[in-house]
């Protein structure tokens, strides 16, 4: 007989403009289209399920771990594995030591049915009684009445998804004090900044039980629009309990370990293991032999500069110095990039471009007329430090960048990071797919696929050409969260003033968050953000006398031109 609807209805997501509005026509039709198959078949949708819970209970997420999913298709994918047997990728993930497996039960976009939770559910039980590893069960769905954690209990599920953006705060509360009730945990997933403040509500209403039955997610995909960006969990990790999961947009193994380098106990893991579930043993090693490091640090420390800019409630404003007693006074014009200023050789240079707004500052460690030296950069820190204590500002973010690590010259940058001297190291035009010995043996090697390094960094590519993307895209797979793209010439490594040729930005580029340096200057960086938005910029020789010698004037008028746009 079909179950019905208990609790409270749910409400909406509310608050955005116009053309998000547009954009979650995907979620409030998910939404819409099941309550509509819950008020025709019953919060069982038709399916026979068990009277009694008849499995016994694995507690979701226990250990730090990967959560692989079995997902036959998806909104933004359509047919993904339409044709999966449940049960066998189960086993699969289980013998690859997933530490849960979630089961999409949602039918209308994702192809999913209570039947798959049942028999997968039925599997770990079996797997138990036979002393095998056995995983914790998540119903995944967008839930919306408290009896439906009744339904997922009894077909076998250990964990509930909650999703804050489609509930209320009481509705959200009585379905996690449910799911305590049956000592499930309640996976609570979180994007928008009022989803954090539900996240609050419901940890306190559950008092000493919500240690144990909440479990937090961020999902790095955008559920209006199903775009995914890496950058987002790296954002909010801070604003979240210890036991957390970075959700979406994994899909290697170099992924799961920059996941983890965030410090995240988990990570969830759909299309890439339900088309490939031989992916699944090396992406749960990738994550489980990972660790929190500097690395996923500085990517953490960028993502909450990042995430100021992007909600313009950032403490940085052009023109003057940045107030860190007063992170919400002065919001940054929309469209303005985050700015790097490179090739930093003057104290004077350095601490105008910062009082300016500058959120990264670059020093060269490569032989060219810009390099300098580990005495300057840490004289210079020490100067900026000063001066941000003195008038209560924030510093920029401190890159060094190489292009041999090898190099005597690269090698005094790599321990500059790894001291935190310097915030991060940027790899200007290394591949990834070679081995770095990065400065002495106690630094494990970049290989293709893994990404063990311990200090900060990210990557640049030189793009002159079509092909050049090539590089873009194994980076990209190799778990590079951002990529700067600079203007290629040969035999020079940057700061040629050349500019990359915009045919191949409009045709490449367009897939993915820009950061773009070359030939950036202050009478064309306007025109650069009115055509390519640009996430980040980097200016060099556009601002200077000579290389490495900047010029007041031309610095006051690049950010004078941002503050036009």
Known sequence: MPCHPGGRRPIGSTGHDNGKKMSEDILAKIVRMRKADIERLGLNFGIEIPEKRRVGHTEF??????????????????????????????????????????????????????????????????????????????RKDFLLYEDEIDVAFRCGADAVL????????????????RAASFDMQAFVEVREKDDFRKLSVVTSA???DAAKTIVAGVNSRDLATFHTDPLIPASVRSK??????FESGIHTPADADYARSLGFTGILVGEAVAKNPALAKDVVSAFESGRENARGGFWRKFAALWQAQRTNQGPFKVGVVRQAHQPFAEPLHRNR???KICGITRVEDGMLAAELG??????????????????????????????????????????????????????TAIKLAREGVLDAVQLHGIEPTKSLELADDKVPELVEGTNKIGIPYYCAARIGEESDFDKVTALRKNGEPRILLDAKVEGIPGGTGKTIPENLLREKAGDIPL???GGIT????????????????????????????????????????????
């Not at 032989?367 to 001066?387: G, I, Y």
């Open 61 to 138: 997420l226990g250990n730090a771990g990967a959560i692989l999913e079995v997902k036959r298709a998806s909104p933004s994918k359509g047919d993904i594995a339409p044709d999966l047997d449940p049960v066998a990728l189960a086993t699969t993930y289980a013998e690859a030591h997933a530490q849960a497996v979630s089961v999409l039960t949602e039918g209308n976009f994702f192809k999913g049915t209570l039947r798959d939770l049942i028999a997968v559910a039925d599997l770990m039980e079996l797997r138990r009684k036979q002393g095998l590893h056995t995983c914790a069960v998540l």
């Open 240 to 245: 979240l309990p210890a036991k957390a999961v």
């Open 515 to 517: 950061w773009l340096a």
């Open 522 to 565: 202050p009478t064309n960086v306007a025109e650069l953000v009115g055509k390519f938005s640009p996430e980040l910029i980097d200016v060099s020789s556009g601002v200077e006398d000579a290389p490495g010698i900047k010029n007041s004037e031309k610095l006051k008028a690049l950010f004078a031109a941002l503050t036009s746009l």
């Open 206 to 208: 559950l008092g000493a």
């Open 358 to 411: 500058a959120d990264m500052l670059g020093f060269v460690f490569s032989t060219t007329k810009r390099l300098t030296t580990e005495e300057f950069v840490r004289s210079f820190k020490e100067r900026l430090l000063r001066s941000a204590r003195n008038d209560k500002s924030e510093t920029p973010i401190l890159v060094g960048v190489i292009t041999d690590p090898k190099s005597p010259e690269g090698k």
């Open 162 to 177: 909650l999703i804050a953006r489609i509930l209320d705060d009481e509705q959200l509360v009585r379905m996690a004090k």
């Open 337 to 339: 990039p985050l700015v």
